[in-house]
């Protein structure tokens, strides 16, 4: 939404700071259940000498006839809400200005007769229109607006609306309204106030405006849950709304896609349940996992707050998605709908499932799957269902159909059941025509392709089987997404030409064309881009909001470009209307803003229109049909493609002119060009609740511009059931008077002879009726099917559909990063740390893959703990310390240190633990043990220390040995290692187990008696090294400590003293020659012998025969 209604005490505020002194400055106090009155004075001390208006700041409507407008009344009267209104203005003081936009232009209404009883403004203001990108002048506005206004009074308040004009303007207001403006000697007061701010525009105005705090559309304070999902919404790049309206209603929605949902809502309502419709939402622009998973757990937290006694309704639907990933989302819902699993079978829930668009298949089949678990009733179906058919099979008005079989695979894109051999509806269907469109039917019969008088600004073929596109934006994707589509409607040559993002040098981008590998140039500057390639007449621009404007109108600069695809939401109103305006100026189309683009089967696509290549195959986009359509929403364009495929034989072509207010064209733009198109035989409108633009394409059918058959249906009929203004999920979808209902809209086109069906739900039936008394008549005639091409699939989307495998490089076990948050052995790790499971539980999932039990964490811990460091002297820390000093960085020297580590140094826990555990497995006595070792001439792993004794224990290990006797259920070979200490220490006192000993025979008994692992599972462990791995991993804190400590300290280049070497050099008693016969290699001889050395003779195969030294 971009048009926002604000509080009047914000628009007081903003015009307060920015006004300037055209006005005197409101005085106003905003108040709430919270606010203390005993200190609001002092603050606010006016409010003691004032009399005082008090009125509810809440989007309340006519307020004054309502008598929630007090008058005239002290601080007390204010607080109690009893007095009488007292005096009243005089009328000739009061006046009324109004400023609004619309497509072409700013509207100032001025009426000299103000306040509560002014009646019907439009019929009694006059009316000042200042152009796009114009101005007014206090001339202009005093001629025109000022003739009623005493003349005295003529001066001052023209000033003040042509400074209001400039601060709307300024301000990206989209209307604001005063009434009553209060004029008395010298001074103006703005007493009541409606207006609204383009919301979009925050980037641009956030230092004008500050912090705004949007009021609920709904007069009331948005409850917890909407606020929260409203807070989510603002986070994310994705669109989540909700509203709640009805806490007791029984059918609830989770619909994808703003035009999806008002359908929804619509068919809800169409087949007499409004009462029962609980919540008005949607989700889009492909959200996450976690955020539908918070999304869905919303709703459903609702929906089971209180019981229905025919149970609760559940509708999952949604259209066929352009690029949102159907099986990430439906993860989201699925795992809140596990979590609910309780709730939903005490509230007697039955859900309904609709969805279509990418790895849709994935996300029916994870559907499906739960339905069988949660037990309760799950019904799931695809694009071979109509989108909302599952609201009349809810609401028992439709038998429930048997589900879909399993999909079916086409060339190398799955299709859906009953799609794969679909042909177009049969010929010779009869009577199917049965409205009351006789002035359509005559002109069906006399002038099927009919043109009208009314000139068209744009060409009637934007699109053909040449054009060439550039693309602003590195949408990689989406330009791959164009090229498929290329190379299945059988195009000769792709149809981008290049790409251009200013972010990165020139460049050639790699795609694929069928099997082949392209390369596309992308440029940096589009000048160059253009210059290169004449012959591209097609802009998609990818463009955020905030540079989408600037490269539009950069854009406009080169006359070659005719087509201007804007796919961005949320672009100033102002800045649209200024594109709108600079593109009309140049004859330049504009598709959008906020849209997916547009198709012409056969010939071209912008972006992601038409989904993957599954949808583009199914709905048969690959080659051209007869029926063209116009919509809205990109969304329903994909739902449109698949019921004109399914009743009729295809789209000709099909745009979407975006969602935004003031989008670039209009229907009307489109409908001219399919009219004066003759392979176009039947036209298909989708229009919406909000704006006029619909009666346009009445008048253009009453006045016999158009003259082919129209089926047309507008959404938003819902609306007519709440009682304030709603905004659904399109910015452009608000109706601000009767006249923008979908209703009145509905019931405009089907008395001027439009083809109207009762509900979307009878929308594809109406398509079909009216193709086939085309077909019986002659106008349309169907051609044989043409099978379309092997396309090849992306690698990545076959391995998500579970197509195909491939041996993969690596395997973990350990640890997953795909999903919406990283998971540690099967475990969360908001659960980690939630539990507090410490860094010996995280060890014990990394390196164990389970949970241990508390002690044996604990136990690793110490073990990290003992092991840390063991002062600078040791050889690992010394060796850090000398890199740290040689200016190393910290992996440098922390890598030199660990390099120490092995069996003479900290290496000695697997050797201790595999020596100790062979022993006492083989039965040995420890004196027995200790006789062999000696024998051997082997060390025994884990004994002795170089300052340690029985006498000078090692604390480390005596903790470390009551903390294991005290809590281990069982330590056999511990005590074999301390049987073995004994021995030892009776001939050499400082032959004391050790901690690398201590630790590697606790581990041993850690793994075999803890319960949690397999005999064969402990000795794996033993054998692939994790013991030493603990030392490495407590080591490594103290090497990483001493490195930092030189740092700290500043410590220069370490150099060894000469006085701590001792230096050891053979004497040089005399000198002497030496002849050498035979063979020998010098450099070898000379090296173990002698200082300097003369060869004689010549060199024979890397020998010298002879040689003589010196």
């Known amino acids: 939404m971009s048009a926002k209604a604000i509080r009047e005490a914000t628009g007081k505020e903003l015009l307060n700071k920015h006004l300037g002194e055209f006005a005197v400055k409101s005085h106003y106090v905003s108040v709430d259940e919270n606010t203390k009155w005993d200190s609001l004075t002092h603050e606010y001390p006016w409010l003691l000498n004032e009399k005082l208006v008090v009125k509810p700041d809440q989007l309340i409507k006519r307020r004054g006839k309502l008598g929630l407008i007090k008058v005239n009344v002290d601080l007390t009267g204010v607080k109690q809400w009893v007095t009488e209104r007292m005096g009243k203005n005089v009328q000739e003081e009061e006046f009324y200005v109004c400023i609004y936009s619309h497509r072409y232009a700013d509207t100032i209404l001025f009426h000299h007769e103000g306040g509560v009883d002014i009646g019907d403004v439009d019929a009694k203001a006059v009316k000042l229109d200042i152009p796009i990108d114009g101005s007014t002048t206090s001339t202009q506005i005093k001629q025109v607006l000022m003739k009623s206004v005493a003349p005295e009074k003529q001066d001052c308040i023209t000033n003040f609306i042509e400074s209001l004009y400039n601060t709307y303007v300024a301000l990206h207001f989209t209307y604001l309204e005063i009434n009553p403006l209060v004029v008395t000697k010298g001074s103006i007061y703005i007493l009541d106030l409606a207006a609204k701010l383009d919301a979009t525009a925050d980037f641009m105005c956030k230092n004008k405006w500050g912090e705004i705090s949007y009021p609920p559309p709904f007069g009331r304070d948005a409850y917890p849950e909407e606020a929260y999902i409203a807070e989510l919404d603002a986070k994310s790049g994705a669109s989540l709304k909700l509203t709640i309206l009805n806490k007791r209603g029984r059918i609830w929605t989770m619909v994808a896609g703003g035009g999806a949902s008002v359908i929804y809502s619509d068919t809800i309502c169409d087949l007499g349940a409004s009462n029962e419709l609980a919540n008005y939402g949607e989700y889009s622009g492909a959200p996450s996992e976690q955020q539908t998973y918070e999304y869905a757990k919303t709703i459903l937290g609702l929906m089971t707050q209180e019981k229905h006694p025919d149970g609760k309704i559940l509708i999952i639907g949604g259209g066929i998605a352009n690029f949102t990933n159907v099986a990430a989302t439906f993860k989201g819902i699925v795992k809140a709908l596990q979590e609910f699993q309780g709730k939903l079978i005490d509230h007697h829930v039955s859900i309904f499932v609709r969805r279509a668009g990418p790895n849709y298949q994935e996300g029916l089949r994870v559907m499906r799957e739960i339905g069988q678990t949660l037990g309760i009733p799950i019904r799931v179906y695809g694009p071979e269902t109509h989108m909302t058919a599952i609201v009349s099979m809810a609401l028992g008005k439709r038998a429930l159909p048997p589900e879909p079989e399993p999909m079916q695979t086409t060339a190398n894109f799955l299709l859906p059941a009953g799609m794969v051999n679909i042909q177009s509806p049969p010929a010779s269907r009869r009577g199917t025509i049965t409205s009351n469109n006789s002035t359509l039917l005559a002109s069906l019969r006399n002038d099927p392709v009919g043109n009208g008088d009314r000139e068209d600004p744009f060409p009637s073929v934007l699109f053909t089987q040449k054009t060439k596109a550039i693309v602003w934006g590195m949408q990689t994707r989406a330009v791959q997404s164009m090229l498929d589509f290329d190379f299945a409607c059988a195009r000769q040559e792709p149809s981008v030409a290049a790409m251009v993002y200013p972010f990165s040098g020139n460049h050639r981008q790699k795609f694929y064309w069928g099997h082949k590998e392209i390369l596309i140039g992308v440029y940096k500057n589009m000048d160059e881009a253009m210059k290169k390639h004449p012959d591209a007449d097609v802009m998609v621009n990818f463009a955020s909001l905030r540079s989408a404007y600037d490269s539009t109108i950069e854009t406009l600069q080169f006359p070659q470009i005719r087509t201007i695809a804007i796919i961005a939401e949320g672009i100033p109103e102002n800045l649209t209307r200024k594109l709108i305006k600079a593109a009309h100026e140049k004859k330049v189309a504009i598709i959008g803003p906020a849209t997916v683009g547009g198709v012409k089967p056969g010939c071209f696509k912008i972006g992601n229109t038409g989904g993957m290549m599954d949808n583009i195959l199914s709905s048969k986009l690959y080659r051209p049909g007869?029926?063209?359509?116009?919509?809205?929403?990109?969304?329903?364009?994909?739902?449109?493609?698949?019921?004109?495929?399914?009743?009729?034989?295809?789209?000709?072509?099909?745009?979407?002119?975006?969602?935004?207010?003031?989008?670039?064209t209009t229907f009307m733009d489109h409908l001219l060009r399919f009219q004066a198109d003759i392979n176009v035989k039947m036209l298909v409108l989708l229009g919406e609740v909000g704006g006029v633009e619909e009666y346009d394409v009445c008048k253009a059918i009453k006045d016999g511009v158009i003259t082919k058959p129209l089926v047309a249906w507008c959404i938003g009929t819902c609306a007519s059931m709440f009682t304030s203004e709603?905004?659904?999920?399109?910015?452009?979808?608000?109706?601000?008077?009767?006249?923008?209902?979908?209703?009145?809209?509905?019931?405009?086109?089907?008395?001027?002879?439009?083809?109207?069906?009762?509900?979307?739900?009878?929308?594809?039936?109406?398509?079909?009726?009216?193709?086939?008394?085309?077909?019986?008549?002659?106008?349309?005639?169907?051609?044989?099917?043409?099978?379309?091409?092997?396309?090849?699939?992306?690698?990545?989307?076959?391995?998500?559909?579970?197509?195909?495998?491939?041996?993969?490089s690596f395997m973990s076990s350990i640890c997953d990063d795909r999903g919406q948050e990283l998971i540690y052995a099967g475990m969360p790790i908001t659960d980690v740390i939630r539990e507090g499971i410490g860094i010996g539980g995280v060890l014990s999932l990394l390196w164990f893959q389970r949970r241990l039990p508390t002690y044996a964490c604990k136990f690793l811990e110490m073990c990290l703990m003992v092991t840390a460091d063991h002062g600078p002297a040791v050889s690992g820390a010394h060796n850090t310390i000398v890199c740290a000093r040689a200016g190393k960085d910290l992996v440098s020297s922390l890598v030199s240190g660990l390099l120490t580590i092995g069996d003479r140094f900290g290496g000695a826990l697997d050797a201790a633990a595999r020596q100790f555990s062979e022993a006492h497995d083989a039965g040995t006595i420890p004196m027995d043990f200790v006789n062999s070792m000696r024998k051997k001439g082997e060390l025994i792993m884990g004994i002795g220390h170089r300052v340690k004794s029985i006498n000078n224990p090692d604390m480390r290990v005596q903790i470390l040995k009551e903390f294991t006797i005290e809590h281990f259920p069982s330590t056999p070979v511990l005590n074999y290692a301390l049987e073995v200490e004994k021995i030892t220490t009776s001939k050499k006192p400082n032959l004391i187990l050790n901690v690398d000993g201590f630790i590697g025979v606790a581990m041993v008994d850690l793994l075999r008696y803890s319960g949690c692992f397999t005999r064969e599972e402990a000795q794996e462990y033993l054998d692939i090294g994790t013991l030493n791995g603990l030392f490495v991993l407590g080591r490594s804190m103290g090497f990483i400590g001493h490195f930092l400590d030189q740092k700290r300290l500043k410590q220069g280049l370490y150099r060894h003293p000469w006085d701590d070497i001792s230096y050891v050099l053979p004497e040089l008693n005399h000198l002497g020659y030496l002849h050498v016969s035979g063979p020998i290699e010098a450099g070898l001889f000379a090296r173990k012998y002698v200082h300097t050395y003369v060869r004689i003779g010549q060199l024979v195969n890397g020998h010298w025969p002879e040689f003589t030294c010196k």
């Open 626 to 664: 007869s029926v063209a359509y116009v919509s809205r929403s990109g969304g329903m364009s994909n739902e449109l493609n698949n019921i004109i495929s399914r009743a009729t034989n295809g789209v000709h072509e099909g745009i979407a002119i975006g969602g935004d207010r003031y989008p670039g």
């Open 726 to 808: 709603v905004q659904f999920g399109h910015a452009g979808a608000c109706a601000n008077d009767d006249r923008e209902t979908a209703i009145a809209k509905n019931k405009a086109l089907r008395e001027v002879g439009a083809f109207v069906p009762a509900n979307f739900d009878e929308l594809m039936e109406t398509i079909r009726d009216v193709y086939c008394g085309m077909v019986e008549q002659g106008q349309i005639i169907p051609q044989c099917e043409v099978p379309p091409p092997t396309v090849p699939m992306d690698y990545s989307w076959a391995r998500e559909l579970g197509l195909i495998r491939k041996p993969a």
